[in-house]
């Protein structure tokens, strides 16, 4: 070929090579470690729904529901590398990037009811809380709720001295690990994903979770029995990279934030919800019993546990702490 031609030729390949790439829609990988029929996992979906439509293709969101992607603390790894670009991660997994405060969350009875933890999560102390992620490189979208825990293991647990001595699985919270110190039984930090096989072998022998994570793991198969303490929450926050969503083009970034409230609506209406069915589809496996403490019950629970926000002042911060109660008690 002449070379005038062949400069052509090549000077065409890169123009049609740019105009692919400028063309190619942006992907987002958006890993979670919950089942797809869970608040977490269908919030999501709604999500990618949203997002897809409003940015007419432009942007396509990639799902990695169940730990398909990563486990629990590679997920946060990967997305600061930037191997993700957003997760869900629940609200007690924050501490070991750094931002312990988040850990407030996982106090035993810290919200009364729903209503509470919302005028926390939508007020100035939910702002401030995910304002602390962006020195990490993470950005907090949105909070998304599922709901409150309970205990499971193979024996009945009506009071909290019956805790004694059980081996309950954990998630990666101090606040966590001393209140199951506090009921005299051995916490254990593990990854979601590894839970269900560690209660069927007995490596540990119970957990705590809202009915919608018990019920989709199915961990009511190998767990006799379920206690309505309802004694923390476990929520989400949606984040993604930060430097990832700067570099996104601003009409976009807008379109994926009408989504994101659209999809955090979404979570919050059918959060309660998913955990009642779940809880009834626990009953009627009949693998499980199911059992709710009695008035005098619940306030042993509750005289047991409480003392854990006193203790954990000083992680957290006793000012934190004070405002919480305050607006929960509002
Ligand atoms: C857990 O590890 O128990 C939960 O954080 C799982 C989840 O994301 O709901």
């Known amino acids: 070929m002449n070379p005038r031609h062949l400069v052509i030729a090549l000077a065409f390949n890169v123009l049609l090579l ?23 996992g269908k919030a999501a979906e709604r999500f990618k729904e949203l997002a897809e439509a409003t940015t007419k293709g432009r942007v ?36 070991p990037l750094g931002v312990k405060e988040f850990e407030l969350f996982d106090l035993p009875y810290i919200f009364p009811d729903k209503a509470a933890l919302d005028r926390v999560t939508d007020g100035p102390i939910g702002r401030d809380l995910l304002k602390k992620l962006e020195s990490k490189g993470i950005l907090g979208l949105a909070y998304w709720d599922n709901g409150f825990k309970m205990m ?25 690990d001393e209140q199951m110190r506090v009921l005299g039984a051995n916490p254990q930090v593990m990854a979601f994903s590894e839970v269900y ?17 018990l019920y989709t793991q199915k961990m009511y198969e190998v767990q006799k029995h379920l206690t ?17 969503w700067d570099k996104l083009p601003a009409e976009i970034r807008t379109q994926l934030d009408g989504a994101m409230k659209e999809a955090s609506k979404y979570a919050d209406a059918i ?7 779940a809880l009834e589809a626990v009953k009627k496996s009949g693998k499980t019993l199911i059992y709710t ?22 992680r957290i911060g006793k000012a934190l702490i004070e405002s919480v109660n305050k607006e929960a008690a509002r």
């Open 18 to 40: 740019t105009q692919a790439l400028a063309d190619a829609p942006i992907i987002i990988k958006f890993s979670h470690v919950v089942a797809r029929d869970t608040p977490k």
């Open 60 to 95: 396509k969101i990639e799902l990695y529901p169940n730990s398909t992607l990563y486990k629990d603390k590679e997920e946060l790894e990967a997305l600061q590398l930037g191997a993700v670009q957003m997760l869900a991660p629940s609200l007690a997994k924050f501490a």
């Open 152 to 176: 499971s293991s193979n024996r009945p647990m009506h009071v909290p001295a019956d805790m004694k001595g059980l081996k309950m699985r954990i998630q990666a919270s101090k606040v966590l």
């Open 197 to 213: 096989q560690a209660l069927q072998t007995g490596v540990v022998d119970g957990a705590e979770n809202p009915p919608s994570n």
């Open 228 to 244: 309505v303490t309802n004694h923390g929450y476990i929520g989400y926050a949606v984040i993604v990279n930060k430097k990832f």
């Open 271 to 277: 959060a309660q919800q998913e955990n009642d069915v």
């Open 293 to 314: 403490p009695t008035d005098k019950e619940k306030a042993e629970w509750r005289k047991a546990l409480l003392p854990v926000q006193k203790t954990m002042e000083d």
